[in-house]
């Protein structure tokens, strides 16, 4: 089991627990797998599938029937009923983590904050209905009957510290008894299979809970976090205990919905109606015999080779069937993640969680082409939506398919330009995983087709069964930049820039100084952070002044980088003001020009950074398509709305807890602040995020904004350059100045100058084009002068000729004579064309820059160049 126990201080036997001998479970060993289990009833295997048939699907095992939402209520209820706290889903992506982009489990809602003991749970003991999104699965989606990349993970948790004990072990097997009791399940057919768990740094023991071959639960009791120091080894990582022991349960919310119908596949139990509308949709009716046709498939154990296992059991029909049905629960499965990728914020783009969401788009895209039915997805989309709503924003639901149509244009660029690197590459005729990774992340062309095409072309090319699973497992993790903490040994720092922002000058006392650098016991110097430069200024000491040139912090401890050192006790600071308000505006500024975004482009934007300076600021934001002018004129006037409002802007430090009850993950904006509080920064009722800045006290002491130009960043993500303030008057007074003298300079009024600017570019263009008609007319005169006459070497012909500088290069097109050398010169450059098969340029006792056939000269004689050539081919 890869679960390894190094030192002797852990439990005997952990799992040995005495609610098992209670209810009458012993502990065996499957005969096929080699894993423990605990079974009431004396078994040789573990009664998960394979080793074990599934048997539900024959005769029920629960005592009735429910749909999705109605499994999920009576779950929360049913916690609910014994102590537990109902709180409602997180995001699917994690923004609240700096490792994983996407939430795996329930037990991600809580890591790493709660799980560390930094922070302590939203409430305890609780229950959440967790929507989940595993890239891991992707490629089994289709191949199997119970196989999701989206799902539902009902979590009860219960957090124990060492001086508040909630329930462990004992209690959580109980539970999962009681609820299989409770939902008319014999105890008989349960089995608890016993097995290592890690994730998010943590690790524990588990157990697995089977009812007639479908893992229905995981029951995780966490209680190591992850040291290479430690004693204790699961899955090749090392760990050692943690005071906090949580109890970590996922029940899978589709698999007891799938038991309780006894349905032909999870699909059939989830998606019944929306399978039924595609059938529509693609006009297929329905088999007979479609539950025995589904269950046969299902009941498949070797997926590995599937194609045969398919021959030995279906007629050819039958098979064309279960091949648009699994197509079909590609579409089924891929929507609602879909759905809920974008519903919460994702923008499909090539890095991070937007690149798992164009996976994810794409795949999704090529299933709907293979079927013929492209032109239904918006409302396939819709269905999806609307089936799931209960936990979607109805808003979203315009902006996810405009996203989709968007995506689908891209798509359909991308596979007509893909067919052209597709045969390059294939002139190989050798086409390695490797290769079609990289295919797949550089270009987007997906492996069907290379595939597709190498058979056309006779090549044979093997794509992984993982091979979607092995491309997101490289991308579903982030990698967190370890910088290293430079930790000082000196008392906190007193923060005056957070009691009062508009402090200019302070007195303090000298902690440390040195060479360049000095401590205080307090300061109204802002470190720099979150985007926004650090302070400058002066510090007076014995009546020398020393320049403060910047300022960081360290841990709790602000440093002043000065030019000297400080020899005295007793210091005067003065921050630069005037830089300091400016930046508190921008600051501001790009809180308001954020929320104005949103309102405007839609709720799928978020901060993807920001920089606020003292003129020029900019923030960016996801987006999945070029901001128009028109979209940006219309956030400038949201933003000045807000400005003009005279708005009071709010600081306050308050429990993470609190404020994310109050606020939601948008609190994350500008980043993940650590600690149990956070100081967040609130403008009436437009925006609240938790941020370390200072800003202005009103939003009308910016006075004024300005968005001077959007760029494209990268795929999915704008940036918006911006100014407040006098800055931003400044700016316009400098565009104001440039009209003004291009104005005087053409000689007419302001407004004329877009209709004479449009003349004068019109009448440049035709100029250039009476330009380029006479050099076209020199260069043929000049190219017929030069081969009207040649000399003849040992069968080549050698032609020289000068032409002026500036239309040598465009004249080469008229040289193209094979078995002939061609030397074309003016005052500077000369090119040297060899059209025939021998190595002339090797062989020449001269140097230039060779690109192809042609020798290009930049020091040079014509004569000896020709005498060269010459006495090469002789």
């Known amino acids: 089991m890869n679960f390894h126990i190094i030192t002797k201080t852990m439990e005997k036997d952990p799992l040995d627990l005495r609610v098992f001998h209670e209810n009458g479970f012993e502990r065996r060993v499957c005969k096929k797998c080699g894993a423990r289990f605990w079974s009431r009833e004396d078994r040789e295997t573990c009664g998960e599938f394979p080793c074990d048939p599934y048997t539900f699907m024959d005769k029920p095992v629960m005592n009735r029937a429910m749909d999705f939402y109605e499994m999920m209520d009576y779950f929360l209820k049913f916690f609910e009923d014994r102590g537990h706290k109902v709180i409602g889903r997180y995001p699917v992506v994690a923004r609240w983590r700096k490792d994983v982009f996407l939430v795996n489990a329930s037990i991600y809602d809580f890591q790493p904050h709660v799980t560390s003991g930094q922070v302590p749970p939203p409430a305890n003991p609780l229950v959440v209905p967790q929507p989940c999104i595993r890239m891991v699965d992707i490629d089994d989606v289709g191949r199997t009957g119970r196989h999701l990349t989206s799902f539902v993970m009902l979590g009860h948790h219960a957090f124990n510290y060492p001086d508040d004990y909630k329930y462990w072990k004992d209690e959580t097997v109980l539970y999962s008894l009681e609820f299989l009791r409770s939902l008319g399940v014999d105890l008989n057919l349960v089995t608890f299979k016993e097995k290592p768990w890690i994730g998010g740094g943590n690790g524990g023991y588990a157990v697995e809970v089977i009812v007639a071959g479908l893992e229905l639960a995981t029951l995780v009791f966490m209680e190591f976090k992850e040291d290479e120091r430690g004693d204790i080894e699961i899955e090749g990582k090392r760990f050692i205990p943690m005071p906090l022991k949580v109890v970590d349960t996922g029940y899978g919310l589709e698999r007891f919905v799938w038991s309780s119908k006894a349905s032909p596949s999870v699909f059939d139990a989830i998606y019944g109606d929306t399978i039924d509308f595609i059938f529509s949709i693609k006009g297929i009716k329905k088999p007979e015999n479609y539950s025995e046709i589904v269950k046969n498939f299902v009941s498949i154990e070797n997926k590995e080779d599937l194609g045969n296992e398919l021959k030995k059991r279906f007629n050819e029909e039958t098979i064309l069937f279960i091949e648009t049905l699994r197509k079909i629960h590609v579409i089924v499965d891929h929507t609602r993640t879909l ?66 149509s968007v995506e689908y244009e891209k798509y359909r660029e991308t596979m007509d330009k893909g067919m052209a690197i597709v045969d390059k590459i294939l002139k190989d005729k050798v086409v390695t995983t490797e290769k079609l990774i990289e295919l797949y992340d550089t270009h987007g062309i997906q492996p069907e087709l290379v595939a597709e095409r190498a058979r056309k072309l006779g090549i044979s090319i093997d794509i992984p069964e993982n091979f979607r699973s092995l491309v997101a497992s490289r991308h579903e993790r982030q990698e967190i930049e370890r910088e290293e903490q430079k930790t000082l040994n000196f008392p906190p720092t007193e923060q005056l820039y957070y009691r009062d922002p508009y402090m200019k000058e302070f007195e303090a006392n000298v902690i440390h100084s040195e060479e360049g650098l000095v401590i205080l016991d307090k300061t109204c110097f802002y470190p720099e952070g979150g985007g926004q430069p650090g302070d400058i200024g002066t510090l007076e000491c014995n009546g020398r002044i020393y320049k403060v040139k910047g300022t960081n912090k360290y841990g709790e401890v602000i440093v002043h980088h000065i030019d000297g050192k400080i020899e005295c006790g007793k210091v005067y600071g003065r921050i630069d003001w005037e830089r300091r308000y400016r930046l508190m505006k921008n600051h501001t500024a790009t809180h308001i020009l954020l929320y104005s975004c949103r309102k405007v482009l839609g709720k799928h934007v978020w901060q993807a950074g920001a920089q606020k300076d003292e003129f020029l600021s900019r923030l960016d934001i996801t987006h999945y398509k070029k901001i128009t002018r028109e979209e940006l004129k219309e956030i400038e006037r949201v933003a000045l709305g807000v400005i003009t409002g005279n708005i009071e802007v709010e600081s306050s430090w308050l429990d993470r807890n609190e404020a994310e009850r109050l606020y939601g993950f948008k609190l994350y904006e500008g980043g993940i602040p650590p600690g149990k509080t956070i100081r967040v920064v609130k403008i009436g009722e437009y925006d609240a995020e938790g941020c370390g800045g200072t800003h202005v006290s009103r939003t009308g002491e910016i006075g004024f904004i300005k968005i001077l130009r959007e760029e494209r960043i990268q795929d999915g993500v704008s940036r918006i350059i911006f100014s407040s303030g006098d800055g931003a008057l400044k700016i316009v007074h400098q565009n104001e100045d440039i009209l003004h003298e291009a104005s005087s300079i053409l000689r007419v009024g302001i407004e004329e100058l877009p209709k004479s600017t449009k003349r004068f570019f019109e009448e440049w263009k035709e100029l250039n084009k009476i330009k380029e008609n006479y050099e076209n007319m020199i260069i043929s005169l000049e190219s017929e002068r030069i081969l009207s006459n040649y000399r003849m070497r040992d069968g080549i012909k050698i032609f020289q000729g000068e032409i002026d500088d500036s239309l040598i290069m465009k004249s080469l097109r008229n040289f193209k004579e094979k078995n002939a050398v061609f030397f074309i010169y003016g005052k500077k450059l000369g090119v040297l064309i060899n059209n025939t098969e021998m190595n002339l340029f090797e062989r020449l006792p001269i140097k230039g820059k060779v690109n192809k056939n042609i020798l290009i000269l930049e020091d040079f004689n014509p004569k000896e160049i020709i005498e060269y050539v010459e006495s090469v081919i002789k």
């Open 339 to 404: 759905v809920f990728m974008l519903n919460d914020g994702i923008v499909p783009s090539n890095s991070k969680a937007g690149y798992l969401a164009r996976m994810v788009i794409r795949r999704f895209f090529r299933v709907v082409e293979d079927l013929g039915i492209e032109k239904y997805i918006d409302e396939i989309i819709k269905f999806q939506f609307n089936k799931f709503s209960r936990q979607l924003d109805p808003q979203m639901l315009p902006i996810i398919l405009d996203i989709l």
